[in-house]
């Protein structure tokens, strides 16, 4: 069929945030290409996942409803995925950099001779000159994502092989609903077509999962340290900012690797895409990384001893100075006019 499909994930009957973000991404690819966007849910009673996903675009929903295939187990996951994909034949496959989509990935593309491409941070459509073999490829999906840790942009191609598969994280693509009243087709998969019986060998009898305790993503305030912050005591000058501003603490990797702070706080490409109101930067250089997780914050404030620091070029407002200095000013400037 040469659609574009996106596996989707699913955990107490939702959808995940990162699947409808990239049927966001997936409605605007297929546009261009003038062609379906399918969904696949795999899962137990999936019956009102229906109305949620045909919002954001979906023509086709394929749907996979079996007790054994809920909670998610590598094995009918994958076959059924990889039948599927050689039934349909999409030209495009998307799912989540999670750790659901992180197992899945690799297998499928894996089993379809495929190939993949990880963490990606954009996905656009273009053309693609092999100069060598003299060949040209029309709307070929460009897999866009930082590289060489992260001293460059690689846009990488795939112009044979099919699915061109792509994960991208969660936070990194915009969610938006298409049309709230559209409804597309439903086809509900006889899984014993796809999956046999000995890939149910694994039976998950009891399972744990702990909630992140912090909501990074979801906080319209972010004070963020890099390693020019100098030290894990230096932060607590970030942890009082926030709590003056009703703020969240983040930081850059260079700080959680320095043991500064713990890494559910790190923003960027290796941890977490967040899109707060206001990002305040503190002793952030601006690696190609972290930008990557901030750069679509709507003000961002930088505050730097050094002022050709890469961060500046896309921040609002730039406060050359030291954490030291400027933020017990800020903490007492805003406690002073917020009365």
Not at 95 to 120: E, H, K, N, Q
Not at 158 to 179: H, L, S
Request: aromatic share 8%.
């Amino acid at each position: 069929m040469n659609n574009l499909f996106v596996y989707l994930e699913i955990e107490d009957g939702i959808v995940g945030d990162v699947s409808l973000e990239l049927l966001t991404k997936g409605r605007t690819l297929a546009d261009q290409l003038k062609c379906k966007l399918e969904a696949v849910a795999a899962g137990y009673q999936l019956d009102n996942i229906g109305e949620q996903v045909f919002p954001y675009g979906v023509d086709t929903l394929y749907v996979a409803d079996d007790k054994r295939l809920a909670p998610y187990t590598t094995l009918p996951h994958t076959s059924l995925l990889v039948n599927l994909f050689k039934e349909e034949k999409p030209q495009i496959a998307f799912m989540g950099a999670t750790s659901i989509g992180r197992d899945l990935g690799p297998r499928v593309s894996s089993a379809l001779f495929s190939g993949l491409t990880a963490d990606c941070t954009s996905l656009e459509i273009g053309t693609y000159e092999d100069k060598k073999a003299g060949k040209t490829y029309e709307n070929l999906l460009y897999q866009i994502r930082p590289a060489f840790g992260g001293n460059i942009v690689a846009t990488i191609v795939n112009p044979d092989c099919r699915p061109q598969m792509a994960t991208v994280r969660e936070g990194v693509m915009k969610k938006e609903i298409r049309n709230a009243k559209h409804v597309g087709k439903t086809v509900k998969l006889d899984v014993a077509k796809y999956v046999p019986d000995t890939d149910f060998v694994v039976e998950v009898i009891e399972r744990h999962i702990e909630k992140s305790k912090l909501n990074i993503k979801g906080a319209p305030i972010i004070v963020s340290g890099g390693y020019g912050v100098g030290s894990a005591d230096n932060f607590k000058l970030l942890y009082d900012l926030a709590e003056t501003l009703g703020a969240e603490v983040g930081a850059s990797r260079a700080a959680v690797d320095a043991g500064f702070v713990e890494h559910e706080r790190q923003i960027g490409q290796t941890g977490t895409t967040v899109r707060p109101k206001l990002y305040i930067a503190c002793g952030i250089s601006g690696q190609i990384q972290h930008i990557a997780g901030m750069q679509e914050s709507a003000m961002i404030i930088s505050i730097n001893n050094d002022p050709k620091a890469p961060i500046n070029a896309i921040a609002d407002y730039v406060i050359t100075g030291s954490i030291e200095e400027v933020l017990p000013k800020m903490i007492k400037y805003y406690k002073k006019n917020s009365k």
